[in-house]
């Protein structure tokens, strides 16, 4: 039996993708699978493959719940091939064997990615886990990024935004366009999910 915990929260494409990763896992290695929702202690620590959406930018961040996961297959759904993955030096140590997935991906693509997962799991499965959230190498804002994203947040564009903080409007843009290259943000709604992301997890 391989157990299995979905995170996504994407109701259509959650419940297709189950159906779609059940008939895989049963064709490539004669297993059912059980699945399970609510990222607990117990969810995670029993969880053979993990699913969880991501926005542009959130692989960045630590996912505590992580932390108490066994080896196995951790898939990170993201939007589109557009929305940027970052480079394994820049992931928490909890997320740094994440398969990319796309909601935009061809069945072959999603199956080739997954069969690659698997393999790599069964090289993988007598090796444990010990995430060092001391050592962690997750990307942080800076103070002066912190102060932007909230006048963002509120909902003030640049020229605002350069009044609050009595700085030029080209230095701002020049602060802006540094803040979305760190997390690999291209577009303006992707850079308002990623600071609406920030306060989601700074009000836990």
Excluded at 3 to 19: A, D, P, R, V
Excluded at 96 to 102: E, G, M
Aim: proline residues 3%.
């Amino acid at each position: 039996m391989t157990n299995i915990l979905i995170g996504s929260q994407c109701t259509f494409y959650g419940e297709s993708f189950k159906i779609f990763l059940a008939e895989l896992i049963y064709e490539s290695q004669r297993e059912f699978v059980e699945y399970h929702s609510g990222f607990t202690k117990k969810n995670v620590n029993q969880a053979d493959v993990i699913v969880i959406d991501l926005v542009c930018g959130e692989a960045s961040f630590c996912i505590p719940e992580l932390k108490w996961r066994k080896p196995g297959v951790l898939i990170g759904i993201l939007e589109d091939k557009n929305q940027h993955s970052l480079p394994e030096a820049l992931l928490p140590h909890c997320l740094n064997d994440v398969v990319y997935l796309y909601r935009n991906d061809s069945l072959k693509d999603l199956r080739s990615k997954l069969l690659r997962a698997f393999d790599n799991q069964r090289n993988t499965e007598n090796c444990q886990l010990e995430p060092d959230c001391i050592l962690c190498n997750r990307v942080s804002l800076t103070l002066p990024q912190r102060k932007f994203a909230s006048l963002w947040l509120q909902g003030q564009d640049t020229i605002a935004v350069a009044g609050s903080v009595n700085l030029n409007l080209k230095t701002v843009y020049s602060k802006k366009y540094a803040l979305m290259k760190k997390y690999g943000l291209q577009t303006d709604q992707q850079l308002h999910s990623f600071i609406n992301l920030l306060k989601t997890k700074s009000d836990r």
